[in-house]
Each structure stands twice: as C-alpha cells, then as structure tokens.
C-alpha cells in the first residue's frame, strides 16, 4: 500500500504541473468524487505528506484536486461501457490498488494524459479500479494490472509498449491518427529536439512520391518510435546534422553518444521498420522490468550481458561500449544491476551463479535457448573474442556443473562435467537417477536405488549413479520430470531405457536383469562377493 500511496501522490503532482485549464466533457455527476476514485488517497496518506514537508499550502493542494478531478474520468460498474460508447476516442488506465507497477505508472499515464490535452488531442482519459469493479473491468477488457487499452470508436487496442510518458504519447498520437509530425520551422525543430527522445527524421520534397509514401506506411505500422517529416533542409540539418546534398533522407536519432544512424538502401516500409528495430537501442541496454519483453522480442538474437553491481559497472561501461560499436545491429549489449535481485537472480540461476558477486558476463541466442558463458578475464581483448566466436557460431554453449567429485561411493555422483566420461563413454552398464533437491518423490526413489545398487554390487559391468539436475546439465540429458530413472546399456549409449519410477525395488531388479541379460546364477555370484546389505535380499 506505501508504494500505491506514493504513486497516487506523485500523480496530484504530475497533474497539477501539467494540466492545462481545458477540461474533459464529463457529466457533473460523475465529476464530483473522481479524485477519492482516482488518486485513492486516504486523509493518512495526506496527513503523511504535510508531516514530510509539505505543509502550508493547502490551498495549491485544494486546487490540484479540483484540476485532477477534470482530467480522468472514473469507471465503475454502471458507467464503463457507456463510457466506451460516449467517446470516440478513450485511454484507459486499469489499475488495482495493490498493485507496485499500477503505482509506477500512474504518474506517467497523468504526464501523457496533459501533454495530450496541450497539444489539443481529442482523447479523453479514464482510469478504472479493476479489483473493486470486476464486471466493469470484463466488460472493457482489464485481463490484468496495469492495464492501457484505447477504444477509437469502440475498437480496443492493447498498449504493450514502455511505462513512460513520450512512448504512450507517441502510441496514441499514431493510433488516432498522427503517425508523422510534420516540422517546417527551425523553432519548432529546435522545440522538438528539447524533449530528448528516440525519433526517424525524413527529408522529402513535396511529401510526395513512392518513397514518400513508404515512409508514412512504416510511420503508421510502427507503434513505439515517433517519425517526423520535413521539406526543409535546413530544419532537418538542425535535427540530424549529418544530412548533405541528399534530395530523399531517413535516419534515427537517439538520445545517447551514439546518436545518428542513417538508412542505407531501399526506402521501402520493410527495411524502414527493420532499420528501427535494429538500431534503436542505445549500445548498452540497462535492463529493467519495463523494457524486458523488448529485450526479449528484439530482432537481435544473439544478445551479451552483463552483470554487475552499478559501482563496478562504472569501470567497465566504456569498454564494453567500446566492444559493442563493432558489432552494432549484430549483437546487443545488456547490463544488469545484480543489486535488483528480481531481475538478475533469474539469469544468474540459469547458470548456477545465483551467488556471484563479481562482474560476470553471459550470451544468449534466443533463437535457440542457448546460453553462454565468458570464463576468461573481463577485458576488451577477451570480450572481443567471445563476441567475435558468438557471432561465427564456434563459441560452445554453457551447461551448469558442480564441481567434479573426488570420491566415488557405491552410486556414483555424476556432474555436468562428467556426464560424458561417467555415462557415456564409461564401458559398463549405467543405471543413472536424476533427481532435484526439491523433488517430493526423490528421496524415496534414492533409497531404492541403494538398495539396488548394494543388491547388485558385485557385477562389475554395472554401475549405478546419479546426477542433481538442479546444477548440472548436459545436452544429451533432457528431463523435465523428477525423478527419472534411466538404463544406459554399455553397447547403445545413444538409446537408454526410461525405467517406472512406480516400480517396486523387486521389480526394477527384474527389469535391470532382463535388458542387461545378467543371469540369476551372475546375481548370486555378485551378492556373495558384496559386502553385507541388511534386508536388501528380502525386499528384491
């Protein structure tokens, strides 16, 4: 609730600083408790505030309500779809009290609210408590929290995209219609380039022609990065200074050092959206909640990461900038902060360095799964030649392994490591169990195996074993369910059988018989050469 609470305040704020003195058209019924809806501050919440320091002006807070309460409309039961149907063009925020993210975005969907509003948009605004108004939330399609959905016409589209002010504007803009801004002023140029954002600048005369026409196409398609147009090329020198005698121009420009990225080739819709997509991250990424399922959907499979804490982050940043401009629009560069936990322990534990506290750096390529890991020193040198090895196909994927084991007790613990030399290459009979700390059923399956494993002892082409999939890995072991149980035949190693995990001790005994053809008198012979094993006999 603290974090609600903060994000309702900072909305009053945002508010109030940005609204103009336009006001919706909202029913006066409706107006007179948005705020208790919208902002759901409590007179704590309040009392809270004033006692931190903001105190005394109680008449700026008086009037921030009275002009919150003109921008958003609240829905509840009676009134959302009505609300849908009454306005042409509706943004939605669905929220639920409890919810962090909701929280976080609040004040962004005000920020985005008012700058519609200034630049003379259409839309209205409305925010709907989906956990206190299930039906209204059903009936408007609130699946989840936060929510954005914008009805134009009753038509519904989902907003996907990033939590901040300039991407939910910019979405809008082109959903109703805007998808290029048109500048044809050095003011309004410069004017434009004060909001620091990501944009594609287009030099076209006339705003006529094929290529022209492209151009808006892949404006229009494309949901999160602003295009602006212009037949001046004096304005556009102002917004992408590299322009020279080109008549047909098309760039993207970022708000980082590596700022300008000019198209090269065909002005067709196609190859503008990929240029986008491919460029439009800065070198180096630093990975957050809000932009994970763009990381994750980038066209960009092969993907660097790494992981630090920010203060160690600082002596590395320009050299893995450095390293990430050879290989722009090949591979992209991500840095994650291991101090959010959230976001970094999920990696880390893919490779079982869940408690590394030293920079570390991975790879993916998620058109495959696989991952990689850098075993050498950080340095520009090495982290050149893994990208370099990466990018060429040569680099070996990363499995987890435990250490390899010193001892080999009477079931043999297998590692990642020596999956190969203990199962596969081994000469004997292997009967493995994989199993996981977590397993319910492992423990008691484990015991069986002993048992067998005393039983059958003395035969000197059969050996049991086991590995802990929770930390060890290989490619040729796939198991998605614990325990398994496997016999690798010493002859086809390539073609182990699945033995039932429901199977009594007696009954594997059988079956370990049958496949390994080891006869009855073998058995005898291997359990009077055994040490002892109290009961083992009985229960085979």
Sequence with gaps: MRAWRVGAVLLVVALALAVSAARLDLDDDDDSDVLDELLAI???????????????????????????????LALDNDNARRAVEDHAELLLLGYAPWCERS?????????????????????????LDGERYPK????????????????????????????????IVTWVRKKTGVPVIRLQSKDSAEE????????????????????????????????????VETSDRSVAKILFPGITSE???????????????????????????????????????????????KVYSSPIKLQVFTFSEAYDFEDLESMVEGVARAFKTKIMFIYVDTAEEKLAKPFLTLYGLESENKPTVTAFDTSNGAKYLMEADINAKNLREFCLSLLDG????????????????????????????????????VFLEVYTPWCVDCEAISKNVEKLAKHFSGL???????????????????????????????????NPTKV??????????????????ISDVETVAATDNAPPAENVKDEL
Excluded: C, W
């Design 42 to 72: 409590d007179e704590e919440a309040e009392r809270g505030r004033l006692d931190a320091g903001g105190g005394g002006g109680g008449g700026g807070a008086a009037e921030a309500v009275r002009r919150a309460q003109s921008m958003v």
């Design 103 to 127: 929280a976080q975005l609040m004040p962004r969907f005000a920020e985005a609210a008012a700058a519609l509003r200034a630049m003379g948009s259409a839309v209205a605004f409305a925010k």
């Design 136 to 167: 209204a939330a059903a009936a408007v399609g609130v699946k989840g929290f936060p929510t954005v959905i914008l009805f134009v016409n009753g038509t519904e589209h989902a907003y996907h995209g990033q939590h901040t002010k300039d991407a």
């Design 192 to 227: 434009f380039l004060k909001k620091d954002q990501t944009f594609v600048i287009g030099l076209f005369k006339n705003f006529e022609g094929p290529e022209y026409e492209e151009f808006v196409k892949a404006a229009t398609t494309d949901d999160e990065v602003q295009f």
């Design 247 to 293: 008549e047909q121009f098309v760039g993207l420009v970022k708000s980082e050092p590596e700022k300008f990225e000019k198209l090269e080739g065909e002005f067709e819709e196609k190859a503008i959206l990929r240029f986008v997509e491919l460029n439009k991250f800065p070198l180096i990424t630093t990975f957050t909640e809000l932009n994970s399922g």
């Design 394 to 429: 040569t680099l070996p994927p990363y499995h987890k392994s435990e250490p390899v084991p010193q001892e080999k007790g009477l079931v043999e613990k297998v590692v990642g490591r020596t999956f190969d030399s203990s199962v596969l290459e081994s000469p004997q009979n």
């Design 460 to 494: 000197d082409n059969l050996k049991f074993a086991r590995i802990d999939a929770s930390v060890n890995e290989h490619p040729k072991l796939k198991v998605n369910n614990y325990p398994t149980l496997f016999v690798y035949p010493a002859g086809d190693k390539s």
């Design 500 to 517: 039932s995990k429901k199977l009594s001790v007696k009954d594997m005994a059988k079956l370990i018989k049958q496949k390994l053809q």
